[in-house]
């Protein structure tokens, strides 16, 4: 964990099953130190969708980081982003209603106030932000 300055930490786990779990109860962990519990359950799921993905499509170290950010409207915003190092974007696809995956990116476009892919050094980065609570 590489905690920056109260506002940002990250986190880095190797790209293996147990790293879902281990995002999503550190997830937890640091939103409870923000006193941002009433966050805690959107945040550790739509974590968990996008490590996941991370999981599913690329091979090397996943990286996790929160970021507590003053709003552009005055409401501040908690922004999660998952980094990997494959470059290509991930793509939201319609699954039919058989399809037991291909769900992750719609839950967090519906769960999550805006979100979006950056390329980064040797990959990409997905990110959300949920409102912090006024």
Known sequence: MIDT???CVEWTFPAEPGAVRAARSVVRA??????????????ALLV?????NALRHAT???GVRLVRLAGHDGQGVLRAEVSDPLPDPPRERTPHPDDESGRG??????ASRRWGTRPGE?????????????
């Open 60 to 62: 090397g170290p996943i």
């Open 122 to 134: 040797g990959g990409k980065t997905v990110w959300f932000e949920l409102a912090l609570p006024g």
């Open 48 to 52: 968990s969708e996008l490590v996941t």
């Open 5 to 7: 300055d109260g506002d």
């Open 105 to 110: 990116l719609q839950l967090v476009a519906s």
């Open 30 to 43: 640091r939103l409870h130190t923000w006193d941002l519990d009433s966050l805690g359950d959107t945040a």
